[in-house]
């Protein structure tokens, strides 16, 4: 019976591990800077080629569909095509270390942003951005394989709310609004089950790519920010009285931003509301500095266990 539970387990996991990749392949390749998605969709192939076939097969179907029906530009998937041939010909031959490979998909799309006659200035940076997702992306195959909290460290962390925080990026061509309620709903999750430390290195990130793809979101930023330090000043447990905070800590923002009370009120209304309708995970995740640090938690729990099945079979040993 417990492998017949265990087997389902793992499908349903292998299932979900399917659905969320080409879930995330697809609002990646919503997201553009300078007209380009290559710098999201190229390191999230790569995250792809750690994780196996499954991902590959995945990320392909996403591209597809936003090929058919998003206009995504077919230099994109062929680029990563190109990508998978030449590290399954280093992988084959064993010519290229595991460490050469974000260096050789970088080279790859600076060639690509060269090719797109962009002007040096932009090659670089976008170049230079790629790179940047790439090594942020490493840290989670063993996440997205697995799919265990266990796993989770504070850099893992921060590079999962990277990803989160890009795939909420892929609605702001659609709807402003939306896009801000999402952003604001995970920064309020995050406050109550983890805290700002994990959070704020990607929030930093994501608003300079939110200021490279529009300057006008220079005021949504800022109502981001300015409200977080906050946080920092009140140690607070409850959904309530965290929420309550939120609200009142965008007092201030009208001295700083152009703030409009029918466009930033609803928002920051909207997204305390469904916040406290969120439901609350009891046992709180304890993340770790180091994977070292779960692997020695991992064996003292194993000899604990083993220690606690021998002292029971001796007691009842000597019951008997």
Known sequence: ?????????????????????????????????????????????????????????????????????????????????????????????????????????????????????????????????????IMIFSYLPPLFIHSQSQLLTHERMKALSTVIFICIMS???????????????????????????DLLPSLFYISMLMLLIDTGYKDDILTLLIPLFFFYMFQLKSKWAIASLYLLSHVTLPFFVDFSYTYNGLIIVTSAFIFLLMPTIHQKIILSSSYEEITIKQQITKQVESFCHLFEQMTSLFNQ
């Open 1 to 133: 019976m417990e492998l017949t539970i265990s087997q389902r387990k793992t499908y349903k996991i292998k299932y979900q591990f399917v659905i969320y990749t080409c879930i995330i392949s697809f609002l990646f390749s919503l997201v553009r800077i300078d007209t380009t998605c290559l710098l999201f969709t190229l390191p999230f192939f790569y995250l792809c080629f750690l994780c196996g076939y499954y991902a590959l097969l995945s990320y392909s179907i996403g591209m597809i569909i936003s090929i058919l029906f998003f206009q995504l530009p077919v230099e994109i998937f062929i680029i990563s095509f190109i990508g998978f041939i030449v590290l399954e010909f280093c992988q084959l031959f064993q010519s290229m270390k595991a460490s050469y490979v974000p260096y050789l998909l970088t080279l790859i799309a600076g060639i690509y942003y060269a090719y797109c006659q962009l002007d040096l200035l932009t090659t670089l940076l976008l170049t230079i951005l790629t790179y940047t997702n």
């Open 171 to 197: 609605l702001l061509p659609y709807s402003r609004e939306m896009t801000m309620i999402l952003m604001r709903i995970f920064i309020l999750g995050m406050i109550y089950h983890q805290c700002l430390d």
